[in-house]
């Protein structure tokens, strides 16, 4: 494969973000409109915004795919994952999550949420005007669409112009900004780091597919389905509280236990190579 055609660059990459933002706010006006005409509120359901987001970066990914010069098995690896890393995974992710819920209490008593933004959140991880639909679009379009955007076609691009570190590092922060508030920023960037962890040892999506799920499926579990009242976790939404001492406690023992048989069932981490990396279907 040539060097040359390994897109995107970081400066296009950020140039696709922002055609990904015009692309949401053109179809959210679109929507908009039909929805005065027809006089039913698609804009409150979570099933259109799965449509806007399922449209927008797929409409770009395709664009991507043809500035890549490159099929979509040739940029997308989905090499079979083991069943092995299923449980260190679930471990790893759950007990990140739960580190990063904290982290988010702590930023939003020197950073309050905005009430718009909370009942926001609220709505979609309670399932308030869908529960399938929050179902949809949290456990299903946006993993799939984001991680084929960032840990496929922006990760494979950066690994093939820089240094494993920088190109991880700079997917990943490109992550939290595509997330557009401070109160995600740092827990996206955080597991944007994992997610193309996950990529770069197993070279599949879909351990990312899978992490990204679980991820945002646990809060619609707890909210949505189980009505669970955890301090600090369950509500998030509503009011300021850290989470008991031994929430934050089994949370670093689940993270800590997970990355520790993630690392031995990955062996020992060498630099890979980043052509080695591009991994095709057609090799």
């Not at 449980?87 to 992710?93: A, C, D, Q």
């Not at 209490?105 to 979609?124: E, K, Q």
Request: net charge positive; hydrophobic share 60%.
């Amino acid at each position: 494969m040539n060097r040359s055609n390994h897109y995107p660059s970081i400066r296009q990459a950020i140039w696709l973000l922002v055609l990904i933002f015009f692309l949401v706010i053109l179809l959210s006006i679109s929507v908009g409109i039909l929805e005065e005409i027809v006089d039913f509120p698609f804009t409150k359901h979570p099933v259109t915004l799965a449509f806007v987001n399922l449209i927008a970066i797929g409409l770009l990914l395709m664009w991507g795919l043809k500035k890549a010069k490159a099929s979509f098995k040739e940029v997308f690896s989905f090499v079979p994952m083991r069943m092995s890393l299923f449980l260190p995974m679930s471990l790893t992710i759950i007990g990140v999550g739960i580190l990063l819920s904290e982290l988010d209490n702590l930023l939003r008593t020197v950073l309050p949420m905005p009430a718009v933004i909370a009942d926001f959140y609220m709505n979609l991880f309670l399932g308030q005007k869908s529960l399938w639909g929050s179902f949809v679009l949290v456990v299903v379009v946006a993993p799939l669409t984001e991680e084929l955007l960032f840990r496929g076609l922006i990760l494979r691009g950066f690994l093939s112009r820089y240094t494993m570190r920088k190109a991880v590092l700079a997917s990943a922060i490109l992550f939290g900004i595509f997330h557009l508030n401070p109160w995600q920023f740092l827990g996206a960037a955080i597991m944007g780091v994992l997610f193309a962890w996950l990529f770069v040892r197993t070279r599949s999506l879909l351990p990312c597919f899978f992490g990204h799920a679980l991820n945002n499926a646990l809060p619609l579990i707890l909210l949505g389905i189980f009505n669970l009242e955890i301090p600090g976790v369950t509500t998030i939404f509503t009011k300021v509280e850290f989470q008991p001492l031994w929430l934050d406690l089994f949370g670093l023992l689940l993270a800590g236990l997970g990355l520790w048989l993630l690392n031995r069932m990955f062996g020992k981490a060498d630099e890979i190579p980043p052509e080695d990396l591009i991994i095709t279907q057609s090799q």
